[in-house]
């Protein structure tokens, strides 16, 4: 059975930092490509930052410079340092995994979410 589970989300004031952590089982965590995505209500989630198997990155605009997504393959963990926080920041982040095969076929899992509340 696949998990992801993620910690490190809370309250906090503009310009704090927090980082958020998410550690997978059931999985072949260093063949996936790792992700953190963020929801408001009413909105769509969207792509926070993506870490592929072989270190590659991807941000979105609005992150870009104040955010860092890592992982650490030998304990399955995929973090995300976020800094200069801002008000606009405040969503539910969720830890994202995929892969596709050699066969195409997809395999994403998704976490169940961690809030982070960005107010003074």
């Known amino acids: 059975q696949v998990q992801l589970v993620e910690s490190g989300g809370g309250l906090v004031q503009p310009g704090e930092s927090l980082r958020l952590s998410c550690v997978a089982s059931?999985?072949?965590?260093?063949?996936?490509?790792m992700g953190w995505y963020r929801q408001t209500p009413g909105k769509q989630r969207e792509l926070v930052a993506t870490?592929?198997?072989?270190?590659?990155?991807n941000y979105a605009d609005s992150v870009k410079g104040r955010f860092t997504i890592s992982r650490d393959n030998a304990k399955n963990t995929v973090y995300l340092q976020m800094n200069s926080l801002e008000p606009e920041d405040t969503a539910a982040y969720y830890c994202n995994a995929y892969k596709r095969s050699t066969t195409m076929l997809e395999y994403k899992y998704w976490g169940q979410g961690t809030q982070v509340t960005v107010s003074s």
């Open positions: 059931g999985i072949i965590f260093r063949g996936y490509t």
């Open positions: 870490l592929t198997s072989g270190g590659v990155t």
